[in-house]
Protein backbone atom coordinates (compact mmCIF):
# COMPACT_ATOMS: atom_id res chain seq x y z
CA UNK A 1 0.00 0.00 0.00
CA UNK A 2 1.35 3.37 -1.03
CA UNK A 3 2.31 6.22 1.50
CA UNK A 4 1.97 10.00 0.83
CA UNK A 5 2.52 12.82 2.61
CA UNK A 6 0.66 16.09 3.22
CA UNK A 7 1.66 18.57 5.02
CA UNK A 8 -0.76 21.25 6.73
CA UNK A 9 -3.32 18.50 6.93
CA UNK A 10 -4.55 20.29 10.18
CA UNK A 11 -5.71 23.65 8.19
CA UNK A 12 -8.91 24.65 6.44
CA UNK A 13 -7.93 22.94 3.16
CA UNK A 14 -6.17 20.13 4.09
CA UNK A 15 -8.06 19.03 6.89
CA UNK A 16 -11.42 19.02 4.42
CA UNK A 17 -8.87 17.31 1.84
CA UNK A 18 -7.62 14.40 4.24
CA UNK A 19 -10.92 12.54 4.72
CA UNK A 20 -12.16 13.32 1.82
CA UNK A 21 -8.71 11.99 -0.12
CA UNK A 22 -8.90 8.67 2.50
CA UNK A 23 -12.47 7.65 1.38
CA UNK A 24 -11.74 8.29 -2.14
CA UNK A 25 -8.71 6.34 -2.08
CA UNK A 26 -8.92 2.51 0.12
CA UNK A 27 -5.32 1.91 -1.43
CA UNK A 28 -3.66 4.78 0.28
CA UNK A 29 -2.30 5.63 3.68
CA UNK A 30 -1.70 9.14 4.45
CA UNK A 31 0.94 10.85 6.76
CA UNK A 32 -0.07 14.26 7.96
CA UNK A 33 2.80 16.49 8.92
CA UNK A 34 1.48 20.00 10.61
CA UNK A 35 3.22 22.30 13.25
CA UNK A 36 -0.05 22.89 14.63
CA UNK A 37 0.51 26.80 14.74
CA UNK A 38 -2.62 29.02 15.39
CA UNK A 39 -4.03 28.07 12.13
CA UNK A 40 -3.51 23.63 12.49
CA UNK A 41 -6.00 22.43 14.88
CA UNK A 42 -5.74 18.86 15.34
CA UNK A 43 -9.44 18.65 16.27
CA UNK A 44 -10.21 19.53 12.85
CA UNK A 45 -9.52 15.60 11.97
CA UNK A 46 -11.14 13.80 15.27
CA UNK A 47 -13.10 12.12 12.27
CA UNK A 48 -10.24 9.97 11.17
CA UNK A 49 -8.14 9.97 13.96
CA UNK A 50 -8.79 6.34 14.32
CA UNK A 51 -8.70 5.49 10.91
CA UNK A 52 -6.24 2.79 10.28
CA UNK A 53 -4.76 4.46 7.33
CA UNK A 54 -3.96 7.86 8.89
CA UNK A 55 -1.04 9.04 10.59
CA UNK A 56 -0.80 12.33 12.57
CA UNK A 57 3.07 13.95 13.01
CA UNK A 58 3.57 17.11 14.74
CA UNK A 59 6.54 18.79 13.58
CA UNK A 60 8.06 21.29 11.27
CA UNK A 61 8.20 21.59 7.47
CA UNK A 62 11.53 23.55 7.63
CA UNK A 63 13.14 20.17 10.43
CA UNK A 64 15.09 18.54 7.74
CA UNK A 65 15.99 16.03 10.03
CA UNK A 66 12.46 14.99 10.94
CA UNK A 67 11.40 15.40 7.11
CA UNK A 68 14.55 12.72 5.99
CA UNK A 69 13.37 10.48 9.00
CA UNK A 70 9.50 10.51 7.54
CA UNK A 71 10.60 9.42 3.86
CA UNK A 72 12.86 6.78 5.47
CA UNK A 73 10.22 5.55 7.30
CA UNK A 74 7.22 5.83 5.47
CA UNK A 75 8.82 5.61 1.88
CA UNK A 76 6.64 8.57 0.65
CA UNK A 77 5.18 7.93 -2.98
CA UNK A 78 3.95 11.15 -3.12
CA UNK A 79 3.81 14.69 -1.65
CA UNK A 80 1.09 17.05 -1.35
CA UNK A 81 2.11 20.42 -0.10
CA UNK A 82 -0.35 22.42 1.62
CA UNK A 83 1.69 23.56 4.93
CA UNK A 84 2.20 26.99 4.47
CA UNK A 85 1.42 30.71 6.37
CA UNK A 86 -1.72 32.26 4.73
CA UNK A 87 -2.98 35.32 6.37
CA UNK A 88 -1.88 38.65 4.57
CA UNK A 89 -2.71 40.74 7.75
CA UNK A 90 -0.14 38.80 9.59
CA UNK A 91 2.21 39.05 6.61
CA UNK A 92 2.41 42.38 7.11
CA UNK A 93 3.47 42.31 10.45
CA UNK A 94 5.32 39.66 10.43
CA UNK A 95 6.83 38.90 7.27
CA UNK A 96 9.89 36.64 8.61
CA UNK A 97 7.62 33.36 9.41
CA UNK A 98 6.23 33.62 6.28
CA UNK A 99 9.38 33.59 4.51
CA UNK A 100 10.66 30.49 6.62
CA UNK A 101 7.62 28.53 6.02
CA UNK A 102 6.52 29.33 2.57
CA UNK A 103 10.17 29.75 1.09
CA UNK A 104 12.58 27.83 2.94
CA UNK A 105 10.06 24.90 4.31
CA UNK A 106 9.31 24.32 0.49
CA UNK A 107 12.68 23.97 -0.20
CA UNK A 108 13.23 21.59 2.35
CA UNK A 109 10.59 19.15 0.72
CA UNK A 110 11.46 19.83 -2.63
CA UNK A 111 14.76 18.91 -1.91
CA UNK A 112 14.35 16.03 0.20
CA UNK A 113 12.12 14.40 -1.93
CA UNK A 114 14.26 14.78 -4.93
CA UNK A 115 17.25 13.05 -3.22
CA UNK A 116 15.19 10.61 -1.79
CA UNK A 117 13.51 9.86 -5.09
CA UNK A 118 16.07 10.61 -7.78
CA UNK A 119 19.96 8.93 -8.42
CA UNK A 120 20.68 12.32 -10.43
CA UNK A 121 18.92 14.84 -12.48
CA UNK A 122 16.31 13.07 -14.78
CA UNK A 123 16.60 9.73 -13.47
CA UNK A 124 14.50 8.67 -10.87
CA UNK A 125 15.57 5.38 -8.53
CA UNK A 126 13.89 2.16 -8.98
CA UNK A 127 10.38 1.92 -7.84
CA UNK A 128 10.04 6.14 -7.78
CA UNK A 129 9.64 6.83 -11.36
CA UNK A 130 5.83 8.07 -10.46
CA UNK A 131 6.29 10.04 -7.46
CA UNK A 132 4.92 12.67 -7.45
CA UNK A 133 4.75 16.61 -5.81
CA UNK A 134 2.59 18.61 -5.87
CA UNK A 135 2.69 21.95 -4.29
CA UNK A 136 -0.50 24.00 -3.43
CA UNK A 137 -0.56 27.61 -3.95
CA UNK A 138 -2.62 30.93 -4.40
CA UNK A 139 -4.06 33.38 -7.29
CA UNK A 140 -2.73 35.88 -5.07
CA UNK A 141 0.79 35.25 -6.80
CA UNK A 142 -0.68 37.25 -9.42
CA UNK A 143 -1.41 40.49 -8.43
CA UNK A 144 -4.50 42.22 -8.27
CA UNK A 145 -6.78 43.17 -11.41
CA UNK A 146 -8.96 45.92 -12.67
CA UNK A 147 -12.36 45.70 -13.54
CA UNK A 148 -12.44 42.92 -16.12
CA UNK A 149 -10.08 40.04 -17.14
CA UNK A 150 -9.20 36.78 -15.19
CA UNK A 151 -6.32 35.23 -13.98
CA UNK A 152 -4.11 32.39 -16.18
CA UNK A 153 -1.62 30.39 -15.79
CA UNK A 154 0.26 32.44 -17.93
CA UNK A 155 -0.21 35.60 -16.25
CA UNK A 156 2.78 37.29 -15.27
CA UNK A 157 3.49 36.88 -11.25
CA UNK A 158 3.08 40.08 -9.26
CA UNK A 159 2.42 39.77 -5.59
CA UNK A 160 1.45 42.60 -3.49
CA UNK A 161 1.83 41.33 0.31
CA UNK A 162 4.87 39.34 1.87
CA UNK A 163 2.05 36.86 1.85
CA UNK A 164 2.04 36.32 -1.46
CA UNK A 165 5.60 37.09 -2.21
CA UNK A 166 6.78 34.52 -0.49
CA UNK A 167 4.18 32.35 -2.02
CA UNK A 168 5.07 33.52 -5.51
CA UNK A 169 9.04 32.39 -4.15
CA UNK A 170 7.59 29.26 -3.43
CA UNK A 171 6.00 28.24 -6.53
CA UNK A 172 9.22 29.16 -8.67
CA UNK A 173 11.06 27.13 -6.53
CA UNK A 174 8.89 24.37 -7.33
CA UNK A 175 9.15 24.99 -11.40
CA UNK A 176 13.30 25.01 -10.67
CA UNK A 177 13.38 21.42 -9.33
CA UNK A 178 11.31 20.65 -12.41
CA UNK A 179 13.26 22.24 -15.15
CA UNK A 180 16.60 21.53 -13.40
CA UNK A 181 15.97 17.81 -11.56
CA UNK A 182 13.45 16.47 -13.89
CA UNK A 183 10.80 16.25 -10.12
CA UNK A 184 7.88 15.12 -11.19
CA UNK A 185 5.93 18.26 -9.72
CA UNK A 186 2.66 20.06 -10.59
CA UNK A 187 1.29 23.31 -8.57
CA UNK A 188 -2.20 24.64 -8.13
CA UNK A 189 -3.22 28.37 -7.88
CA UNK A 190 -6.32 28.60 -6.14
CA UNK A 191 -8.71 31.20 -5.37
CA UNK A 192 -10.48 32.08 -2.34
CA UNK A 193 -11.43 29.57 -0.58
CA UNK A 194 -14.42 29.27 2.17
CA UNK A 195 -16.75 26.27 4.30
CA UNK A 196 -16.24 24.09 7.13
CA UNK A 197 -13.32 24.38 9.15
CA UNK A 198 -11.61 27.48 8.22
CA UNK A 199 -10.04 29.52 10.65
CA UNK A 200 -12.01 32.19 12.94
CA UNK A 201 -9.99 35.66 11.45
CA UNK A 202 -10.54 34.59 7.92
CA UNK A 203 -13.59 37.25 6.48
CA UNK A 204 -16.16 34.61 6.37
CA UNK A 205 -16.15 33.21 9.76
CA UNK A 206 -15.49 36.32 11.25
CA UNK A 207 -18.67 37.60 9.63
CA UNK A 208 -20.72 35.08 10.99
CA UNK A 209 -19.24 34.77 14.40
CA UNK A 210 -18.91 38.51 14.79
CA UNK A 211 -23.39 38.74 13.84
CA UNK A 212 -23.66 35.75 16.18
CA UNK A 213 -22.16 37.55 19.03
CA UNK A 214 -24.42 40.74 18.20
CA UNK A 215 -20.64 42.71 17.40
CA UNK A 216 -19.82 44.66 14.74
CA UNK A 217 -19.14 42.90 11.58
CA UNK A 218 -15.86 44.99 10.14
CA UNK A 219 -15.62 45.57 6.60
CA UNK A 220 -12.41 46.69 5.03
CA UNK A 221 -12.35 50.10 3.38
CA UNK A 222 -15.68 50.84 1.40
CA UNK A 223 -16.04 46.60 0.55
CA UNK A 224 -15.67 46.94 -3.28
CA UNK A 225 -13.01 44.87 -3.14
CA UNK A 226 -13.80 41.19 -5.08
CA UNK A 227 -12.65 37.95 -4.90
CA UNK A 228 -13.39 35.02 -6.62
CA UNK A 229 -15.35 32.31 -3.85
CA UNK A 230 -14.08 28.65 -4.16
CA UNK A 231 -15.99 26.14 -2.05
CA UNK A 232 -13.88 24.00 -0.31
CA UNK A 233 -14.55 20.68 -1.13
CA UNK A 234 -15.27 21.76 -4.86
CA UNK A 235 -11.19 22.69 -4.24
CA UNK A 236 -10.61 19.43 -3.03
CA UNK A 237 -12.21 17.54 -5.85
CA UNK A 238 -9.56 19.75 -8.13
CA UNK A 239 -6.48 19.05 -6.14
CA UNK A 240 -7.23 15.03 -6.11
CA UNK A 241 -7.55 15.07 -10.33
CA UNK A 242 -4.38 17.36 -10.55
CA UNK A 243 -2.36 15.19 -8.42
CA UNK A 244 -3.56 12.04 -10.25
CA UNK A 245 -4.10 13.32 -13.60
CA UNK A 246 -2.19 16.35 -13.90
CA UNK A 247 0.43 17.29 -16.83
CA UNK A 248 4.14 16.70 -15.23
CA UNK A 249 5.27 20.29 -14.41
CA UNK A 250 2.27 22.30 -15.19
CA UNK A 251 0.24 24.42 -13.13
CA UNK A 252 -3.57 24.56 -12.69
CA UNK A 253 -5.80 27.05 -12.03
CA UNK A 254 -8.75 26.31 -9.36
CA UNK A 255 -11.57 29.00 -9.75
CA UNK A 256 -14.81 28.87 -8.49
CA UNK A 257 -16.32 31.64 -11.13
CA UNK A 258 -18.22 33.04 -8.67
CA UNK A 259 -16.63 36.67 -7.97
CA UNK A 260 -18.44 38.59 -5.13
CA UNK A 261 -17.29 41.72 -3.38
CA UNK A 262 -16.90 41.82 0.70
CA UNK A 263 -20.09 44.02 1.34
CA UNK A 264 -22.01 41.22 -0.90
CA UNK A 265 -20.99 38.54 0.91
CA UNK A 266 -21.49 40.65 4.40
CA UNK A 267 -25.25 41.34 3.60
CA UNK A 268 -25.96 37.77 2.17
CA UNK A 269 -24.62 36.57 5.24
CA UNK A 270 -26.72 38.32 7.20
CA UNK A 271 -29.89 37.65 4.96
CA UNK A 272 -29.22 34.14 5.84
CA UNK A 273 -29.09 34.77 9.26
CA UNK A 274 -32.31 36.62 9.46
CA UNK A 275 -33.61 33.64 8.39
CA UNK A 276 -32.40 30.71 9.70
CA UNK A 277 -31.49 32.41 13.07
CA UNK A 278 -33.30 35.69 13.40
CA UNK A 279 -33.25 37.83 16.24
CA UNK A 280 -35.11 41.59 16.52
CA UNK A 281 -33.65 43.76 14.20
CA UNK A 282 -31.93 42.39 11.02
CA UNK A 283 -27.65 41.46 11.26
CA UNK A 284 -27.01 44.53 8.54
CA UNK A 285 -27.23 46.48 11.65
CA UNK A 286 -24.40 45.55 12.71
CA UNK A 287 -21.89 45.93 9.54
CA UNK A 288 -19.17 48.77 9.61
CA UNK A 289 -16.34 49.97 7.41
CA UNK A 290 -12.86 49.79 9.49
CA UNK A 291 -9.43 51.56 8.15
CA UNK A 292 -8.14 49.39 4.74
CA UNK A 293 -5.05 47.29 5.24
CA UNK A 294 -1.94 48.19 3.50
CA UNK A 295 -1.47 47.42 -0.04
CA UNK A 296 -4.97 45.44 -0.31
CA UNK A 297 -5.66 44.11 -3.99
CA UNK A 298 -8.74 45.36 -5.46
CA UNK A 299 -9.95 42.13 -7.32
CA UNK A 300 -8.65 38.65 -8.00
CA UNK A 301 -10.45 36.05 -10.58
CA UNK A 302 -9.38 32.97 -12.39
CA UNK A 303 -10.05 31.50 -15.44
CA UNK A 304 -10.53 27.91 -14.69
CA UNK A 305 -10.50 26.96 -18.21
CA UNK A 306 -7.38 24.65 -18.27
CA UNK A 307 -8.29 22.29 -15.52
CA UNK A 308 -11.84 22.50 -17.06
CA UNK A 309 -11.05 21.65 -20.38
CA UNK A 310 -7.90 18.95 -19.87
CA UNK A 311 -9.51 17.00 -16.88
CA UNK A 312 -12.95 17.40 -16.77
CA UNK A 313 -13.05 19.52 -13.35
CA UNK A 314 -15.94 21.41 -12.17
CA UNK A 315 -16.96 23.46 -9.41
CA UNK A 316 -20.37 21.66 -8.03
CA UNK A 317 -21.20 24.66 -5.70
CA UNK A 318 -22.64 27.88 -6.38
CA UNK A 319 -21.32 30.54 -3.88
CA UNK A 320 -25.17 31.00 -2.96
CA UNK A 321 -25.37 27.23 -2.26
CA UNK A 322 -21.79 27.11 -0.54
CA UNK A 323 -22.66 30.39 1.83
CA UNK A 324 -25.95 28.08 2.76
CA UNK A 325 -23.80 24.95 3.83
CA UNK A 326 -20.88 26.99 5.24
CA UNK A 327 -23.21 29.06 7.82
CA UNK A 328 -25.62 25.96 9.17
CA UNK A 329 -21.57 24.56 10.01
CA UNK A 330 -20.68 27.45 11.87
CA UNK A 331 -23.68 27.77 13.66
CA UNK A 332 -23.22 24.31 14.88
CA UNK A 333 -19.67 25.50 15.94
CA UNK A 334 -20.28 28.82 17.52
CA UNK A 335 -23.93 28.01 19.72
Known amino acids: MQTILITGGAGFIGANF???????????????????TYAGDSTNLLEIEKNARYTFIEGDICDR?????????????GVIHFAAESHVDNSITNPDAFVKTNIFGTFNLLDVAKNFWMESPNVYKKGFINCRFHHISTDEVYGTLGETGLFTEETPYAPNSPYSASKASSDFMVRSYFHTYGLNVVTTNCSNN????????????????????????????????IRDWLFVRDHCTGIELVYKKGKLGETYNIGGKNERDNLYIANKICAILDVIHPKEKSYTDQISFVKDRPGHDFRYAIDASKIENELGWQANESFETGIQKTIEWYLKKYK
Open 18 to 36: IPYFLENNKEIKVVNLDLL
Open 65 to 77: NLVEELFKKHNFG
Open 194 to 225: YGPKQHDEKLIPTIIRKATLGENIPIYGDGKN
